[in-house]
């Protein structure tokens, strides 16, 4: 290979964008023109996800409000500056525009918005691969990439973001159509998961998301529910944080005080007496979700209708009006149908 100095220069400052992992260098040059303040916890954040190049990536459960998406923006600003660009993101569809505005306000990184509309855009502009964009950020929803899978896979990302990655928590359940579909299509690249919750109602939840990380963390499904589902005393519970310690990033908001001053809420409890034409309403829905059969409920989502209904009258019966008047259309229908 014939180098010369034009080749020595670049491949120096090249050079330079790829400090030690544990380097708060490594960021200067690529973050200089970001229009955003960064606090501690973020630059750390950050370079945990960059810690090992052996790694396949890292799931960042910073509490709600410590800026995930910022660290998220420093990541992909690195990523970028070291021009590996095949960039992913992936969030709720009420959040794509967002993460698009986002990026080009604060860390002045091109994005564009995959949807059904501008994918066949791309088709019939010749490119057979609408993911596979030079130079911009591609960020699509959950749903559309589960469709869309085929196209993810064949894409050689350099890094895939995943927010509200706690949507992914059932992927252990082969039931779970979306989340296995991102995991296999992503399997081969690395991903940074972004979640306040990575914990809520089963421990199986952390093994799903850690699954989408690295399968090998915990291997399979059965050992990881004879090791932890009933042993939760404290040495089992120490023996997790050390297991999942490589690969999940946490900080909570009393950790961050020193810097960050958070507005003091204080709660005014009123207690509420329901009139008797209330309590009647609440006792009759009551009765009514109780029966054996609810021909206005379809018997796969009772569960969930149920708590949904008793949420709405523990509200006000004006909150409620809306559904029950739906249940009634519905019920009349069918009734229309049998005669």
Request: hydrophobic share 40%.
């Amino acid at each position: 290979m014939i180098s010369t100095n034009f080749h020595a220069k670049y491949f120096a400052h090249d050079l330079t964008r790829r400090l030690p992992s544990d380097s708060v260098g490594k960021f200067v040059a690529s973050l200089q023109d970001a229009q955003v303040d960064l606090n501690p916890h973020q630059v750390d954040a950050a370079l945990f996800a960059f810690q090992s190049p052996l790694s396949k990536g890292a799931i960042l459960a910073d509490e709600v409000g410590l800026g995930k998406t910022i660290e998220a923006g420093i990541i992909l600003s690195q990523k970028w500056a070291e021009r590996k660009r095949k960039l992913l993101i992936i969030s709720p569809s009420n959040l794509r525009k967002q993460w698009n505005q986002e990026l080009l306000d604060k860390f002045f990184l091109p994005s564009t918005i995959l949807e059904s509309k501008s994918f066949n855009d791309e088709i019939k502009k010749g490119n057979l691969n609408p993911f596979n964009q030079e130079d911009q950020i591609i960020i699509c929803s959950y749903q559309f990439a589960k469709t869309k899978d085929a196209y993810i896979k064949q894409t050689k990302w350099d890094l895939v973001i995943i927010d509200e990655a706690h949507r992914l928590r059932n992927v252990y359940k082969p039931a779970n159509k979306t989340a296995n579909a991102i995991k296999e299509a992503l399997h081969p690249y690395k991903k940074v998961l972004l979640t306040a919750t990575p914990l809520q109602n089963s421990i199986l939840e952390l093994f799903g998301l850690v699954s989408i990380i690295d399968d090998y963390v915990f291997g399979d499904l059965k050992s990881f529910k004879e090791q932890y589902s009933r042993n939760l005393d404290e040495d089992y519970l120490e023996d997790l944080r050390n297991r999942i310690q490589p690969v999940c990033h946490r900080t909570l908001r009393k950790q961050v005080l020193e810097y960050i001053n958070y507005t003091n809420r204080i709660p005014i409890c009123e207690e509420f007496f329901p009139t008797p034409e209330e309590e009647d309403l609440y006792d009759l829905v009551s009765e009514y979700l109780q029966r054996p059969k609810l021909y206005a409920l379809p018997n796969s989502q009772r569960q969930l209708m149920t708590l949904i209904l008793r949420k709405l009258l523990a509200s006000s019966s004006y909150a409620i009006f809306g559904t029950l008047n739906t249940l009634v259309n519905r019920l009349e229908s069918i009734l229309i149908k049998e005669l």
